[in-house]
């Protein structure tokens, strides 16, 4: 596997309305730094364990994303750097993470993960509970989180037009809110979609951000 090539043809195929998140989960230390070193600041873990480690073993200029479900005795430990947290699933997480920025006066940027797969073990929100949270008191008070858009992971299959369709609604919806009176922490301006898989398929529908993992750094075991 060639790291920095990897990186470069994905950029060819990435426009600049897009990001690439670097998905480092599993891989070691040294295979980031290569990542590095083809100029990727933007890397994303879904374990915190594995998270804080390589956050205090690499240069601090890189953005760290999560992307994983986290539990929430666990949210603590990367309030004080992480860049985005893609994968808000609860109201209970969002609360927990409210809880942890304000203890460091920090404001922590979050999208809300939407439940657009067919499967039923996909994390997420249903397009009702957000509508709900949107609304609701409770998030007025959140005073330490932002939230800067929508994360969705489509079916994982064969049947690419699936994906598409998922894609499409998930899509579908960031306009609706975009284009609807949200609160003042609410901004819809990122939308997270599309792995090694489907990530062409996600930059057709919308994307502004791809999670991209065994495309640069090979499969994982
Ligand atoms: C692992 C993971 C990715 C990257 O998957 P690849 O297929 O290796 O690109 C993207 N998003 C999430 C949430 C992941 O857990």
């Not at 998905?23 to 915190?48: C, D, H, L, W």
Request: aromatic share 8%; charged share 25%.
């Amino acid at each position: 596997m060639n790291i920095k090539n990897n990186i470069n043809n994905l950029r060819q195929h990435i426009p600049s309305g897009c990001k690439l998140i670097a998905v480092s989960k599993t891989n070691p230390i040294e295979k980031i730094k290569e990542a590095y070193e083809a100029g990727q600041r933007m890397f994303g873990e879904n374990r915190v364990q594995e998270l804080v480690p390589k956050f205090d073993a690499l240069p601090k200029d890189i953005e760290w994303h999560m992307i994983g479900h986290m539990q929430t005795n666990k949210v603590k430990y990367i309030a004080p750097f992480i860049h985005l947290i893609h994968s808000v699933d609860s109201f209970n997480v969002l609360e927990e993470i409210n809880k942890q920025g304000s203890k460091i006066d920090r404001t922590i940027s979050c999208l809300l993960q939407i439940h657009i797969a067919e499967e039923e073990s996909k994390f997420g929100f249903s397009e009702n509970e957000v509508l709900e949270l949107l609304r609701s008191d409770a998030l007025k008070k959140l005073n330490h989180v932002q939230i800067f858009g929508l994360m969705g992971m489509a079916t994982f299959t064969d049947n690419l037009e699936q994906v598409r369709r998922e894609f499409r609604s998930l899509k579908t919806f960031f306009e609706k809110l975009k284009n609807s009176p949200l609160p003042a922490k609410v901004k819809m301006q990122e939308l997270s979609m599309g792995m090694s898989g489907d990530y062409k398929i996600a930059i057709e529908e919308g994307s502004t951000m791809v999670r991209v993992g065994s495309a640069i750094f090979g499969e994982r075991n």
